[in-house]
């Protein structure tokens, strides 16, 4: 009788691993494993993810595989409708053990805690031996995240940035901030100006693979939410290596400067545009930083650009991960605002007399992208005010957007925006009325409301859900110290002009759908 030989390794990378960086193929030597990638439905439908973004992650996984095996990996890749493809990773890795006999699975964490849990549940069950090795393409493992944050009171960014910064050099000079001073946020709050001259995200025109994908998406995916064409994005590191060279050289000098603002039919202003590149690993976040600081050193970008992008990726990036490993799975089930309206149905529409959030909801349906503020204070401020059950919100974001992995937009969603964490994250809600959105955008200009007026039929929605907004949450957010003088201007208030406000937003309410 003959013995059959024991397989190869096989090493599983998933959608948002697409670098030969990622620890699980650094531990191998190419003769000895096989590298199996998968589309399944499974995770295609685990959210009913934007057009774009499904395009996107299996045009990536299509272009990484060929790049693999043009290096001499052995890649074995399931494509969707493979008749035999089982359509869920514990299936397609199932199967390929046995394909291959191999007596040895290896993977990088997940980036999601769905995902982890699936491949815990799986080793128990495989005839393999699975290891699961850190995914080190971030700067804080969990256990140093959760050593940073063991003893403190309140957990904030700012404190594991300036950690960050020193662990990793980066703006530093010795052991101080280089310009004297860590963050220079305060001059990154400058309104658009109509005339300024805005450059465009690099475009690609997609290839053959790409275009088959595209098809593929618009074959089994019609239902899903957006736009599946103009499709422009890069799909390969070396396309992604462009769009930030294109980044560093048009839009970085001015980051800073309008960080915080909108213009109306300006879908990008001088944002990156890279986060959807960086979160599935055809860019490395620290070399992305590195370069970044480079455009300082080398005199082409100032201090407060560079610092204040800096900042997202070392700072936020990493403090929104640690938070969510941090406190999953309960964190998934926190809301204590114990917020229960259903979201409006013109998050998926756009319907609605509100110019800006009409602004934002479009440009998500057209390019899977929205920047910060406007996720943050527009769509995000709204659903806030108006009392969104925090998990519909995050079902929302999840679904619209390109970049969106639980991992990150979660804490962003429920920490960031909703304060459904009680302030894990943040030390105040980020609720703000029209004022806010007038000084930041153009899109008061346009709208059938007027952000001047504070109550009545006429006036901007904002401005009276905010008040609603902090009447109803008085005994959750009324100690809050950085609420205190809202909270006062509005017990100084005359009674009629509360009453005003009061029943402007019940109206304004009864109107939402469903
Ligand atoms: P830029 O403005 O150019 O910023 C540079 C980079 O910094 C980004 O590419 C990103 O990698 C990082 N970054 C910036 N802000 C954050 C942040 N708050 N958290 C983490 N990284 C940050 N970002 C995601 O990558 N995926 C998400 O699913 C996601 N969901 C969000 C949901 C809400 C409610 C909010 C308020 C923010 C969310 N963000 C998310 C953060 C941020 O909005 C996006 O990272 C950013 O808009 C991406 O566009 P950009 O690449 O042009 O970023
Ligand atoms: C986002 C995504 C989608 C839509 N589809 C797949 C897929 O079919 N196969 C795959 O390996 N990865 C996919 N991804 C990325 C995964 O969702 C991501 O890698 C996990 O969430 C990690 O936990
Ligand atoms: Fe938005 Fe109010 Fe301005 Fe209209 S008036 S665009 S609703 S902030």
């Known amino acids: 009788m003959t013995e059959k030989r024991p397989g190869k390794n096989l090493v599983v990378l998933f959608g948002d691993q697409l670098t030969v960086s990622i620890a699980s193929l650094r531990q191998q030597s190419k003769n000895d494993c096989i590298v199996l990638m998968a589309e399944v439905m499974a995770e295609a439908t685990a959210v009913r993810h934007h057009k774009k973004k499904?395009?996107?992650?299996?045009?990536?996984m299509r272009?990484?595989?060929?790049?693999?095996?043009?290096?001499?990996?052995?890649v074995d890749y399931v494509e969707l409708e493979d008749a035999e493809n089982s359509q869920s990773f514990e299936g397609e890795i199932s199967r390929a053990v046995a394909r291959h006999r191999s007596q040895q699975v290896v993977v990088t964490e997940p980036s999601e805690w769905r995902v982890k849990e699936v491949m815990n549940d799986l080793a128990s069950q495989l005839p393999a031996e699975l290891t699961m090795l850190p995914d080190d393409r971030f700067l804080a493992s969990h256990a140093e995240f959760a050593a940073w944050a063991k003893d403190r009171?309140?957990?904030?960014?700012?404190?594991?940035?300036?950690?960050?910064?020193?662990?990793?050099?980066?703006?530093?000079?010795?052991?101080?901030?280089?310009?004297?001073r860590w963050n220079f946020d305060a001059e990154n709050r400058k309104p658009a100006e109509l005339d300024l001259f805005i450059p465009s995200p690099l475009r690609f025109e997609p290839d053959d693979i790409?275009?088959?994908?595209?098809?593929?998406?618009?074959?089994?995916?019609?239902?899903?939410?957006?736009?599946?064409?103009?499709?422009?994005?890069?799909?390969?590191?070396?396309?992604?290596?462009?769009?930030?060279e294109h980044f560093l050289a048009n839009s970085l000098p001015h980051f800073g400067d309008y960080q915080d603002a909108m213009l109306e039919d300006e879908d990008f202003l001088y944002h990156s545009v890279l986060s959807h590149?960086?979160?599935?690993?055809?860019?490395?976040?620290?070399?992305?930083?590195?370069?970044?600081?480079?455009?300082?050193?080398?005199?082409?970008?100032?201090?407060?650009?560079?610092?204040g992008y800096i900042r997202q990726i070392?700072?936020?990036?990493?403090?929104?991960?640690?938070?969510?490993?941090?406190?999953?799975?309960?964190?998934?089930?926190?809301?204590?605002?114990?917020?229960?309206?259903?979201?409006?149905?013109?998050?998926?529409?756009?319907?609605?007399d509100m110019a800006c959030m009409a602004a934002a909801i479009d440009q998500t349906r057209r390019q899977a992208y929205a920047h910060h503020i406007q996720r943050l204070m527009v769509t995000g401020n709204f659903a806030l005010l108006v009392g969104v059950e925090p998990k519909q919100v995050h079902q929302w974001y999840l679904e619209v957007y390109a970049d969106a992995?639980?991992?990150?937009?979660?804490?962003?969603?429920?920490?960031m925006s909703q304060f459904a964490d009680g302030g894990l994250l943040a030390s105040k809600p980020y609720a703000a009325s029209g004022n806010y959105i007038n000084k930041m955008s153009n899109h008061c200009k346009s709208c059938r409301y007027d952000v001047k007026q504070k109550t009545g039929d006429a006036a901007c929605p904002f401005n009276s859900l905010y008040w609603d907004f902090l009447v109803r949450n008085e005994t959750g957010l009324g100690n809050n110290a950085r609420l205190r003088?809202?909270?006062?201007?509005?017990?100084?208030?005359?009674?009629?002009?509360?009453?005003?406000?009061?029943?402007?937003a019940a109206k304004f309410l009864d109107t939402l759908t469903p």
């Open 54 to 60: 499904l395009a996107f992650v299996f045009s990536a």
């Open 63 to 74: 272009h990484f595989a060929r790049e693999l095996e043009a290096a001499g990996w052995a």
């Open 153 to 180: 009171k309140q957990l904030r960014m700012e404190f594991f940035y300036r950690d960050m910064r020193r662990k990793t050099g980066l703006l530093m000079d010795g052991d101080q901030p280089v310009g004297g």
């Open 210 to 244: 790409t275009q088959q994908v595209l098809q593929l998406v618009a074959r089994r995916f019609d239902g899903h939410f957006g736009d599946l064409e103009p499709f422009w994005w890069g799909v390969t590191s070396d396309q992604a290596h462009a769009a930030l």
């Open 277 to 307: 590149y960086i979160n599935i690993g055809l860019l490395d976040p620290l070399e992305v930083c590195n370069r970044v600081a480079g455009e300082y050193t080398a005199g082409r970008a100032p201090l407060n650009a560079v610092e």
């Open 314 to 352: 070392i700072g936020w990036r990493e403090f929104v991960r640690g938070l969510y490993w941090l406190h999953m799975p309960d964190y998934l089930d926190r809301n204590d605002l114990a917020a229960t309206r259903d979201l409006p149905d013109f998050y998926w529409t756009g319907k609605t």
């Open 405 to 415: 992995y639980e991992w990150v937009e979660l804490p962003n969603t429920f920490g």
């Open 485 to 504: 003088q809202a909270y006062s201007t509005w017990g100084r208030m005359a009674h009629e002009k509360q009453s005003a406000y009061l029943s402007s």
